[in-house]
């Protein structure tokens, strides 16, 4: 027993509680416990105008009815997809292109770094400022830039509701296809030297080093800045709401501004936690895959 007692006593476990113990509980409480809570009030009719009943019997799935037959709730979960995908496969490729062009060591290459790198240090709001003037049709750089080059037909209203959504996707890309960028370089950069020779001495043209020998190695990298996008393009509450409020308009609605219009707007915060259990679920079938694989293997 003496001994039993002994080592718990010197057990890395108990003697790292001090460390890891306060950390887990916040964070379990913060995060864990706040997704519970909002599921908890998912079940219910709290307005936000009385506290609500957290009785199991008056439980119902009657907001996630309601949500699923919102015409509203469709045309945002369309926006919000396409968001993410149109968002994170143009950031891929503008990414990997910078990364070969910098990777060929061409001149000002820290330079060039930087500058697309910086936009990625921006917050949204920040960003959102500035793409609003990029995009003003009378003193716009955009437009100007259109004119000024002879492209008159370009200089469009890019706030209107038909280009809302792909005006959101550009500043978007804009702020991250720096980051991108030096995941491919970071890739580019460890595959060994001695594949590029083996390539040239077979006859293998730059265009076929690419296709059939560099970019094949690139998945991790691609799946890894991948899931990061698309968890960014799921943030991009922020940038929207900056740009438009909580009114969008149906081309830009997406799920997380029809949460927040909901819940802090129409003060309907259990259809409100509906809708954000939603977007939760979209999250976990982004993320849970990416999950399992690295654990497979042997990641995490």
Do not use: H
């Amino acid at each position: 027993m003496n001994t039993l007692t002994q080592r718990i006593r010197d057990s890395e476990l108990l003697r790292s509680t001090p460390f890891w113990l306060p950390p887990t509980l916040i964070v379990g409480l913060a995060i864990y416990g706040s997704i519970s809570w909002n599921v908890l009030i998912s079940f219910t009719d709290f307005e936000g105008l009385t506290l609500p009943t957290y009785d199991v019997s008056t439980f119902d799935l009657e907001m996630y009815r309601q949500l699923f037959s919102d015409p509203v709730f469709w045309n945002a979960t369309k926006n919000t997809f396409i968001l993410m995908v149109v968002f994170t496969l143009l950031c891929l490729l503008t990414g990997l292109g910078l990364a070969i062009l910098i990777d060929k060591g061409i001149r000002y290459e820290n330079t060039i770094r930087t500058i697309y790198l910086l936009p990625f240090s921006l917050s949204f709001v920040v960003t959102a400022k500035f793409w609003l003037w990029m995009y003003n049709p009378d003193i716009g750089v955009v437009n100007t830039f259109f004119e000024g080059i002879g492209l008159e037909f370009l200089a469009l209203n890019w706030l209107s509701p038909r280009l809302k959504l792909w005006s959101i996707i550009i500043g978007l890309v804009w702020q991250f296809s720096g980051y991108a960028m030096v995941v491919y370089l970071a890739g580019l950069r460890a595959i060994p030297d001695a594949q590029y020779e083996a390539a040239n001495i077979d006859g293998a043209n730059t265009l076929t080093v690419y296709l059939r020998i560099i970019i094949p190695q690139l998945r991790t990298s691609t799946v890894s800045a991948a899931v990061v996008l698309v968890v960014f393009g799921l943030k991009a509450f922020d940038f929207i709401y900056a740009l438009f409020r909580v009114n969008p308009g149906p081309n830009a609605d997406i799920l997380a501004t029809m949460m927040y219009r909901q819940a802090y707007s129409a003060n309907n915060w259990a259809y409100g936690s509906a809708i954000a259990v939603a977007l939760f679920v979209v999250a976990l079938m982004i993320i849970g895959p990416y999950l399992y694989s690295e654990y497979q293997r042997g990641g995490l």
